[in-house]
Structures are given as C-alpha cells and as structure tokens.
C-alpha cells in the first residue's frame, strides 16, 4: 500500500453584514479558494462524482490537480425586509406582520479530467476501468471549453472534443497525455429562493405563521460538468463525449407551511 498523498489550500474569506432602517436587512458573503492535491477520494468508497482513480500511481507529478471540490468563487447574499403595516388592529391581520426573504447564490464550476480509453487500457496497465485511463493529449491553440454549447445533435457539450487526441506511441509504451488532471472546470451555479412569510400574533408568546417559500424560483437550470461515476462522457473518444446529462439543482419547488410558536 501506498501511502503519499498531499493537498494544499489557500482562501480568502469576507462577509458584510447591514441593518437598515424601516425593517431592511441584508448579508453578502464571499469566498476564494485554492485548493490542489494529489488525489481527492480513496479507489472504493464514498467519492465524488467527478473523481477518477489517477492512471499512474507511482508518478506524483501526474497527480497533482485541482481538489474534486475545488470551487474558485461563491458568492451567497441574503435580505430580509420586514414591510411595514399596522402593529395592532383588525386591519394588522390582513395588512401587518409580511415578511420578504430572498437567498441568491452563485459560484464557479467545478474541475473535470478528459480522459482517453473509456473502457479500454491505453497505458498497458493489464487493468481495465479508471486505472489504466489515460488524460488526453490537448490539441494547441484549440479552445476546448468555449462554455456550454449545443452540438450537431443538440445536445449540450462541456468541452470540444475535436480539441483532444491520444497521446502520441512511443517504443514500448504510450506518453500520458498533456491535459492533465482536473484542469478543466464545468458550468458555474446560480439560484436564486424568494419566501413571503405572514406573521398573526395573538399574545405575547403565541403567534402563528404562514410560510411560502421559493427554491429557485426563476427555474434557472444550472449545468453539471461530464461526471466520470454517472456519466462516462470525459471521455473525449466515446459518442457521448463531453455532453453534459444532468443539472447541479433541481428545477423550482414551491413549499407551503403553518408554524405555531409559543
């Protein structure tokens, strides 16, 4: 067994909090990170979906890569705003005690390997799976993530694969390829949830309220990058290269509820 892994992290954390008047407050939050390793998950177990098992375990340099959870930027910003309305009255029930809430969050993609041999072994390992995958050679000067965009089919593509090749042969063996691992990354995330909340006191310690709440409430679809446990498209020699097949949020959901404090 071997026994060598590294990771190194570097990040840059703010938060600016503010409270305003007539019942307005807010928060924006930010963060930086940097984070390179060697590997990120174990070859069983839990992983993530974007890890592969490194095709040459005694070749630290090929290794090294950005983290499975390497998001660069996140960005989350929230507000509050308590509407003012009559405090006492019959009318308080019906125009006092709104409450408006929102969450907006974005970040940047995270990292993928294109990989060469999808179920072949390219680098003579005698395995066959993500052991003896190869990284795939990077055409220069190609642009292999231009962004998300449709093929001749219509499907969706992470990255070109016209941009990669195999590794050139060399006597007795194959070079790895030049991509490297995780040095691409996928499509960023942004949502945004919306909640109306309507606040009916009765006493001093007894109030009910009525909770809408909106996740996603625009139904803005946020692509995954090609994931090689689900998927199989990192591969940039199978047909299915590079086409992105699922979403990193789930489509807009509505829940309704009563909560009773006392």
């Not at 600016?16 to 070859?43: E, F, I, R, W």
């Not at 809430?101 to 974005?106: D, F, K, N, Q, R």
């Not at 070079?175 to 942004?190: A, D, E, I």
Request: aromatic share 12%; hydrophobic share 35%.
């Amino acid at each position: 067994m071997l026994f060598d892994g590294e990771s190194t992290y570097h990040g840059f954390q703010t938060q600016l909090k503010k409270t305003m008047n007539h019942g307005l407050q807010g928060q924006a939050s930010y963060t930086y990170g940097n984070c390179k390793d060697t590997s990120s998950a174990p070859v069983t177990g839990d992983t993530y979906t974007n890890s592969i098992a490194v095709p040459l375990l005694l070749s630290k340099s090929y290794r090294i890569g950005a983290c499975d959870f390497d998001v660069r930027h996140i960005f989350v910003g929230t507000f509050i705003w308590d509407l003012p309305g009559p405090k006492s009255g019959i009318s308080s029930y019906v125009l006092g005690g709104w409450e408006l809430g929102t969450i907006l969050t974005a970040t940047s993609g995270s990292p993928f390997t294109v990989t060469f041999g999808g179920g072949g072994d390219p680098l003579n390992t005698g395995y066959n799976g993500d052991f003896s995958m190869d990284y795939a050679q990077l055409v220069a000067g190609c642009d292999a993530t231009p962004g998300v965009k449709s093929d001749s089919t219509g499907h969706l593509l992470a990255f070109n694969p016209a941009c990669f090749t195999a590794a050139p042969a060399v006597p007795g063996g194959v070079l790895v390829g030049n991509s490297g691992r995780n040095r691409f990354y996928g499509p960023g995330l942004k949502t945004v949830d919306f909640s109306a909340f309507k606040n009916f006191r009765f006493r001093e310690r007894l109030k009910l309220q009525f909770r809408s709440e909106f996740f996603n409430v625009f139904n803005h679809p946020s692509f995954a990058a090609p994931n090689f446990l689900n998927d199989a498209n990192n591969s940039f020699d199978q047909p299915n290269a590079g086409q992105i097949s699922s979403t990193s949020t789930k489509p807009r959901q509505i829940q309704l509820g009563l909560k009773l404090v006392w």
